[in-house]
């Protein structure tokens, strides 16, 4: 299957610093990414729709200048956590799925775990 | 309402048992369906894809839809321990433009 690749696998940072996470398509361009969240024990929440060459969607209660999102090629997406505070702790998972196949599957990359001090 | 329901579980089993994972979804126009396999603090990885009614055998997992009743279901035989996980179900309508996840039902599958 395709492989989506993410970058940092987990980082801590203190309060009122930015985090910038890389989503990368390693064997496939993808024109559209999908961003989501999970808290522990809670299912996978989206946040927003990362479009290649235009603004992101996002997704209702999800603020737009907190979670800075940009797809500048095909292969990557960048979703910057702004001002982090402990609230936005959380696991981030990004996903495509491979346009030229069109089934549909979402693969996902590798998650980045957030801590925020 | 919720896009996708599923049972949190957990859902206990023994080892060789038969799992039975279920999951209902409110949207008629909804096209594809998948079940992933989620471990504890991993992403979640593709375990079955179902887009007609009936059923869908790979291996020791089967995935069963069925349209009219809104209803798709994850079989796997043989359990073993290592099946232990979060098993999600996702459904999207025909341009995959959106993906809904349910809540995820934890299986445990005992030794």
């Known amino acids: 299957g395709a492989v989506v690749s993410q970058h940092p696998s987990w980082v801590i940072c203190k309060s009122g610093t930015s985090v910038k996470i890389e989503c990368r398509s390693l064997d496939f361009q993808a024109t559209t990414m999908f961003w989501y969240r999970q808290f522990p024990k809670q299912s996978l929440m989206l946040m927003a729709t990362s479009n290649e060459g235009s603004k992101a969607t996002y997704e209702q209660g999800v603020e737009k200048d907190k979670f800075l999102i940009n797809h500048a090629s095909l292969t990557l997406s960048t979703l910057t956590v702004t001002s982090a505070h402990p609230e936005d702790s959380s696991f981030y998972i990004c996903?495509?799925?491979?346009?030229?196949?069109?089934?549909?599957?979402?693969?996902f990359g590798e998650g980045s775990r957030l801590t925020v001090l | 309402q919720k896009e996708v329901e599923q049972n949190s579980g957990p859902l206990s089993v023994p080892e060789g048992a038969i799992a039975s994972l279920n999951c209902t979804y409110s949207?008629?126009?909804?096209?594809?369906f998948f079940w992933y396999r989620q471990y504890s603090g991993k992403s979640p990885e593709l375990i079955m894809s179902?887009?007609?009614?009936g059923d869908k055998e790979d291996g020791r997992f089967t995935a069963q839809l069925n349209k009219a009743s809104q209803y798709v279901s994850l079989l796997i035989r043989d359990s073993q321990p290592s099946d232990s996980a979060t098993y999600l179900c996702a459904v999207t309508p025909y341009n995959f433009n959106k993906f809904y996840f349910g809540s995820g039902t934890k299986l445990n599958v005992k030794p």
């Open positions: 179902i887009y007609s009614n």
């Open positions: 949207d008629r126009v909804s096209q594809s």
């Open positions: 996903s495509a799925r491979d346009p030229v196949v069109n089934t549909g599957e979402l693969f």
